[in-house]
């Protein structure tokens, strides 16, 4: 079989498509689906056994593993699935693979999502031209699921071909009477050939003429097959080559749990060996003569390794979850949303409960206060990949700040329907108050960052005056925020609401006063009038802001007297 530098690139052409959809896709779903598909999938992952029946019951249906892990990273890459739930789907998805192959054992069929990727594309194209934004993001989903699955498939056909060349592999008959030692060393040809073949189904039917043709005895054709379960798993891995750090966290999952599992079986490898046996012999009544047995007791080798893997391991999703947030720490600039004190489960008394929502909210006004802190370092950022950079940060915490505001209020209004009394009913009512305003002023960090991106665009640069001003004006409004953050986490009432108010005269005062320097200083020709609006604009947005600080500080404080 000749292999050359063309077939190489065609291979590395492949996993380009492959990534590129895996990004497309994830983006599309975190755009239109991202609220309702979230709750369904927590509805379907609610514990570990739901969570590994719903990873058993979409790669039975899909019939391929290496898709639904693949896809369980692109949830977790679009925040659709938290890493705990996450772990305990793979597990799900390593046995439903082995249904894959009794289906194709007994049945002889499989579904090739791949003829389907190029006529989803004529689907797609019209709705990723599409003016709604909602149709637009459907198209792109669409375009990255059949990117993705054209990829895959492309991968397949574009790798060495082994399956159709099985002699390339007959000197591993020299290997095979080397004890314990051969069984380690099948295990790692059966994690490099399924690494290459890039589809675990290829390195079976290998494995099975290798078996049938006598090269290799049931035992070794066992290693190999633990080998495939290590080497399936880089396909989740290169999928979160391009994903944020909880999707290489989930990939990481994945590698961990089949490694452990080889590991733990190559210690009891002859009892286990023994037990798939009796199961066969026994209780099938196969004959061990010929190649049908070999594949039947490779199927059931296949499907009780895993089996037996996902009911010592669920006992440990928690274990395995910290162990790949340490292996895999957080970057400083990436900040993955989610919840930190309300949870998706029942909820608790209802006082508990708002005492959940009010940390959170503490927590959410936290996050804005950061955003805005990227803002004043995105004004004086002159480097364009930094300023990309920064400008994407903070695109990305506007999309968690839409995220948080949803959750906090879908909770409150959960909350509101069970047994409450009137005071805690008008506490809910200004809390969904608060969660909004302090959306808006995320809103307004991100109008912000918009218009010092309009002008960087426009080569338009301010005098040393208005960056002066520029910066008063953002440290009144910080100071503002600050003391926003402290009222609202205020448990002993010792700040003052006082000051709030103050500050806001104080921010509405400054824009006045520049909003009229600005008129004298354009007529002065001390800048053009571009300058001018993208300068006001700015000011503006932060006497905006201001607005809505106020109006968090009227919805708290009105909470408090009343409940005194």
């Known amino acids: 079989m000749e292999y050359s530098f063309y ?262 490898f002859k009892p286990f060996l023994s037990m798939v046996d009796w199961i066969i012999d026994d209780w099938m009544q196969v004959s061990n003569a010929g190649g049908v047995a070999v594949s039947f007791k490779l199927s059931a080798f296949h499907t009780c390794f895993n089996v037996c893997n996902v009911l010592i391991l669920i006992w440990f999703v928690k274990l395995i979850e910290r162990t790949v947030c340490r292996l895999i720490p957080q970057k400083e600039t990436e900040e993955e949303y989610r919840l930190q004190f309300i949870s998706g489960g029942m909820l608790s008394t209802a006082e508990l409960s708002l005492l959940q929502a009010r940390k959170e909210i503490n927590l959410f006004a936290e996050r804005i206060q950061r955003m805005f802190g990227m803002v004043r370092n995105l004004l004086h950022t002159t480097n364009e ?52 305003e302090i959306e808006s002023i995320g809103d307004s960090c991100y109008n912000l960052a918009r218009t010092m991106s309009h002008k960087r665009r426009a080569n338009v640069e301010f005098t040393d005056e208005q960056y002066g001003h520029i910066e008063q004006m953002f440290q009144l409004t910080d100071t503002a925020l600050t003391q926003m953050i402290a009222l609202i986490e205020d448990t002993h009432h010792a700040v003052d609401v006082n000051r709030s108010f103050n500050l806001e005269h104080e921010i509405n005062n400054y824009r006045d006063q520049l909003k009229d320097r600005n008129v004298v200083d354009i007529n002065e020709k001390a800048y053009n009038y571009q300058t001018g609006v993208h300068y006001m604009d700015l000011i503006a947005e932060c006497e905006k802001l201001g607005d809505y600080v106020v109006n968090v500080v009227e919805a708290h404080t009105e909470t408090k007297e009343k409940k005194a």
């Not at 790669?59 to 949830?75: G, I, K, N, R, Y």
């Not at 915490?397 to 009913?425: C, F, H, P």
């Open 7 to 268: 077939d190489f690139l065609a291979l590395l052409g492949s996993l380009a498509l492959f990534l590129y959809g895996m990004k497309i896709m994830s983006e599309g779903l975190q755009k239109f689906a991202g609220d309702r598909l979230r709750n369904i999938l927590t509805a379907m992952t609610t514990n570990r056994v739901t969570g590994v029946l719903t990873g058993t019951l979409i790669t039975a249906l899909v019939q391929s593993s290496s898709a639904t892990t693949v896809m369980v990273v692109s949830f977790v890459n679009a925040g659709l699935l938290t890493l705990s739930q996450s772990i305990s789907v793979i597990m799900g998805a390593n046995i439903g693979t082995t249904v894959t192959a009794w289906i194709i054992s007994a049945l002889g069929f499989k579904v090739d999502i791949s003829v389907f990727a190029l006529p989803l594309l004529a689907f797609g194209v019209p709705l990723l031209f599409s003016q709604k934004s909602s149709r637009k993001s459907i198209g792109e989903f669409i375009f990255g699921f059949s990117f993705l699955f054209m990829g895959l498939d492309l991968l397949k056909k574009n790798a060495p071909d082994l399956s159709q060349n099985p002699d390339m592999l007959a000197f591993v008959q020299n290997y095979t009477d080397m004890g314990f030692f051969s069984v380690i060393l099948f295990v790692l040809i059966g994690t490099v050939l399924t690494m290459i073949v890039q589809a675990s189904s290829a390195t079976m039917a290998i494995t099975l003429i290798m078996c049938a043709n006598g090269w290799i005895s049931f035992e070794l054709g066992a290693a190999l097959v633990l080998g495939e379960n290590i080497g399936t798993t880089i396909t989740a891995n290169l999928a979160a080559l391009t994903a944020n750090t909880q999707a290489r966290r989930a990939a990481l999952a994945h590698l961990m749990f089949n490694v452990f599992g080889v590991m733990w079986v190559l210690i009891l």
């Open 385 to 436: 990949n930094e300023f990309n950079k920064l400008f994407a940060r903070i695109e990305k915490y506007e999309g968690i700040s839409d995220n948080m505001e949803v959750e906090i209020a879908t909770y409150l209004t959960q909350v509101s329907e069970g047994r409450l009394s009137s005071e805690s009913k008008l506490e809910i009512r200004e809390m969904l108050r608060e969660v909004s």
